[in-house]
């Protein structure tokens, strides 16, 4: 039903709106309805009806110096006044560059060639797109498959979808419409890692590259590795001559208590993704970084061999001076100490789980801790018990996580894991 005319009574917006809005990843029939949030501060939602809430999530671990840090909004708001975008085909403009060069040069070896768009997914399929192209302008077809890994998580569009775990990725579901990809184990152990080297070595001349979330497998389920699988992972796309992706759109900026998690390897990709805490939860922009030898491959007095890509929001003026306000807070404020301590209080504050029936693990990594059970067998009842105690947290599969924004102080950690160790508790002795 369309209806005209202007609204001036904005109260009703929730009602209304919800009539009309489709939600991510919900069935809206059964789904708890989302709660209006109508403000946000520090660590803290507050919604319309007043209750504040400490957020355990950073919106979708964006927020990482927490909301409304006045360093962002300033600079924002700086630059919305001077000029809030301008295309970045033919034209160029300073945030852009500064952050391309703050980026190229934190990110470890010669990561120096910084490709913007505006969503984590579209980062990922950018990052496919050159690595196949990076054959086809040395003039060797045929390779246009990338191996990915069961577990993972690059995002929700065609492309990204078809390198997700099979499940996740909804490969049977879309049979037909998604490419299909050579989907693998993680070599975390002697037997597979034999298996991997040997699918590998099957497979390998119909590949352009390896793709793998390094550290902490997210949306997936948390899924921890060792740093040791992508030393494994390097030495294999070496020996095959294969480029290496790390998606570090969720573990890059701090996430696993270093800048980047390919740090903690030593391990230098050939192209990295980044987006989520770019500009620290305020905007959407995302990153592809090549090194120089991709780079190479597309430097070229053939018109035919540049990198045919140019979302029309690319570098946003707004987004990137976020982005660089964003890394002024790393540099002037104590974030990986901040990271190092949030993982100690996560630790301690969650290990009353481990004793409760029907959980399997809890683990942490850096500003990350997970508390895995069984089942989640009353999901609603769960979401709401956690919310009745004053926390945003959402679980998801069988997993209940936290990943607080670095800047949460340790009250505040204490109340939301208390708030966590309380609702599993009682959701396992309601449905056991
Ligand atoms: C969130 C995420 C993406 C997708 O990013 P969007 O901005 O949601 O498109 C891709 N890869 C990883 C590892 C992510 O965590």
Same mark, same amino acid.
């Given at each position: 039903?369309?209806?005209?005319?202007?609204?001036?009574?904005?109260?009703?917006?929730?009602?209304?709106?919800?009539?009309?809005?489709?939600?991510?990843?919900?069935?809206?029939?059964?789904?708890?309805?989302?709660?209006?949030?109508?403000?946000?501060?520090?660590?803290?939602?507050?919604?319309?009806?007043?209750?504040?809430?400490?957020?355990?999530?950073?919106?979708?671990?964006?927020?990482?110096?927490?909301?409304?840090?006045?360093?962002?909004?300033?600079?924002?708001?700086?630059?919305?006044?001077?000029?809030?975008?301008?295309?970045?085909?033919?034209?160029?403009?300073?945030?852009?560059?500064?952050?391309?060069?703050?980026?190229?040069?934190?990110?470890?070896?010669?990561?120096?060639?910084?490709?913007?768009?505006?969503?984590?997914?579209?980062?990922?399929?950018?990052?496919?797109?050159?690595?196949?192209?990076?054959?086809?302008?040395?003039?060797?077809?045929?390779?246009?498959?990338?191996?990915?890994?069961?577990?993972?998580?690059?995002?929700?569009?065609?492309?990204?979808?078809?390198?997700?775990?099979?499940?996740?990725?909804?490969?049977?579901?879309?049979?037909?419409?998604?490419?299909?990809?050579?989907?693998?184990?993680?070599?975390?152990?002697?037997?597979?890692?034999?298996?991997?080297?040997?699918?590998?070595?099957?497979?390998?001349?119909?590949?352009?590259?390896?793709?793998?979330?390094?550290?902490?497998?997210?949306?997936?389920?948390?899924?921890?590795?060792?740093?040791?699988?992508?030393?494994?992972?390097?030495?294999?796309?070496?020996?095959?001559?294969?480029?290496?992706?790390?998606?570090?759109?969720?573990?890059?900026?701090?996430?696993?208590?270093?800048?980047?998690?390919?740090?903690?390897?030593?391990?230098?990709?050939?192209?990295?993704?980044?987006?989520?805490?770019?500009?620290?939860?305020?905007? %959407?922009? $995302? &990153?592809?970084? =090549? #090194?120089?030898?991709? +780079?190479?491959?597309?430097?070229?007095?053939?018109?035919? !061999? *540049? @990198?045919?890509?140019?979302?029309?929001?690319?570098?946003?003026?707004? %987004?990137? $001076? &976020?982005?660089? =306000? #964003?890394?002024?807070? +790393?540099?002037?404020?104590?974030?990986?100490?901040?990271? !190092? *301590? @949030?993982?100690?209080?996560?630790?301690?504050?969650?290990?009353?789980?481990?004793?409760?029936?029907?959980?399997?693990?809890?683990?942490?990594?850096?500003?990350?801790?997970?508390?895995?059970?069984?089942?989640?067998?009353?999901?609603?009842?769960?979401?709401?018990?956690?919310?009745?105690?004053?926390?945003?947290?959402?679980?998801?599969?069988?997993?209940?996580?936290?990943?607080?924004?670095?800047?949460?102080?340790?009250?505040?950690?204490?109340?939301?894991?208390?708030?966590?160790?309380?609702?599993?508790?009682?959701?396992?002795?309601?449905?056991?």
């Amino acid at each position: 039903m369309g209806t005209h005319g202007s609204f001036p009574d904005r109260n009703d917006w929730f009602e209304r709106g919800g009539q009309h809005v489709w939600l991510p990843y919900t069935q809206m029939k059964t789904a708890l309805p989302p709660l209006p949030v109508v403000a946000t501060e520090g660590v803290r939602l507050t919604l319309a009806d007043g209750r504040r809430l400490v957020d355990g999530v950073a919106s979708w671990w964006t927020a990482c110096h927490g909301y409304n840090h006045p360093h962002i909004r300033e600079k924002v708001a700086e630059q919305m006044a001077r000029m809030p975008h301008v295309m970045f085909g033919g034209l160029a403009h300073e945030p852009a560059y500064t952050l391309a060069s703050r980026l190229a040069a934190m990110l470890p070896g010669d990561l120096n060639r910084v490709f913007f768009c505006d969503s984590g997914s579209v980062s990922v399929e950018i990052a496919m797109k050159m690595a196949t192209q990076y054959w086809l302008n040395r003039g060797v077809p045929g390779r246009t498959k990338l191996a990915a890994f069961r577990g993972g998580y690059h995002g929700d569009t065609i492309a990204t979808m078809a390198v997700c775990d099979p499940e996740e990725g909804m490969h049977s579901l879309f049979a037909g419409l998604l490419p299909e990809h050579l989907i693998l184990d993680l070599p975390v152990d002697e037997e597979s890692t034999a298996r991997f080297e040997r699918d590998l070595a099957a497979h390998a001349h119909t590949l352009s590259a390896i793709l793998v979330e390094p550290l902490v497998q997210g949306a997936g389920g948390m899924l921890f590795h060792d740093a040791r699988v992508l030393r494994t992972l390097r030495a294999a796309a070496d020996r095959h001559g294969l480029l290496l992706i790390f998606d570090e759109i969720f573990t890059g900026f701090g996430r696993t208590g270093t800048m980047f998690a390919c740090e903690a390897a030593g391990v230098v990709p050939d192209i990295i993704t980044l987006s989520k805490a770019l500009t620290g939860g305020t905007m %959407a922009l $995302a &990153a592809t970084v =090549a #090194s120089d030898r991709v +780079f190479q491959a597309f430097w070229s007095d053939n018109a035919q !061999a *540049a @990198l045919m890509h140019g979302p029309t929001y690319m570098a946003n003026p707004l %987004a990137c $001076a &976020a982005a660089n =306000a #964003s890394l002024d807070l +790393f540099e002037s404020e104590p974030r990986l100490a901040q990271v !190092a *301590a @949030l993982s100690r209080g996560l630790a301690v504050g969650l290990e009353p789980c481990r004793d409760l029936p029907g959980v399997m693990d809890v683990r942490t990594l850096g500003a990350i801790g997970v508390v895995e059970l069984e089942r989640i067998a009353d999901m609603n009842g769960l979401k709401r018990r956690l919310i009745d105690r004053g926390v945003w947290v959402r679980p998801f599969g069988r997993i209940v996580y936290l990943t607080p924004s670095y800047t949460m102080d340790a009250d505040d950690l204490a109340f939301l894991t208390h708030a966590v160790v309380d609702a599993v508790t009682e959701h396992q002795r309601a449905t056991a």
